[in-house]
């Protein structure tokens, strides 16, 4: 079985994707942590680890294929903000979680233990990086509408969900599988 859980930073991905896998017994990776990983190897912040990427698309490439790779094992959930784009035709199940701007903040704030401003001029700039990226690199626009709904089996807001409540719309909706 291979599932994804995509979404912006902070909606919950990797919360959620670690308590399924443990439930389900398959494995779990995490992009964002590859990332954040890749920056701390060369002492970077994230900000600055985003501009570096932005200038070095072979980073992104590299993540992405690794994903790929790693799929195909089998028995995994693979979360990721393109991970469903990269692997549509192999993934049992496709999840995408939402949450607004302020809460996913508020969230990674806690998280990392820092300021919400700080986490806020983060998320904007790594955000907006993302965006522009995944267009020019692989014509993927995250914010279209239709190919969300078209993509995804299942969406899900987290903003007034406890965690356990969204484990929860996920475990009823992998069992109908």
Known sequence: MILTISGLHGTG????????????????????????????????????????????????KKLDHKIIEIAQKGDI???????????ESVTNFKILLICPLEIRVERMAE?????YNKKLKETIMREDSELNRYKKLYNIDLKDEEKIAKLYDLIIDTENLTVDEVFEQILTAVKKL
């Open 77 to 87: 959930i693979i979360d990721g903000q393109l991970s469903a784009h990269f692997l």
């Open 111 to 115: 998280r990392d233990n820092t300021s």
């Open 13 to 60: 991905k990797s919360t959620i994707g670690k308590l399924v896998a443990e439930k389900l017994g398959i494995k779990y990776y995490s992009t964002g942590e590859a990332f954040r990983d890749l920056a701390k190897e060369m002492n970077l912040t994230l900000e600055e680890f985003t501009e570096y990427v932005e200038n070095n698309p072979n980073i992104d």
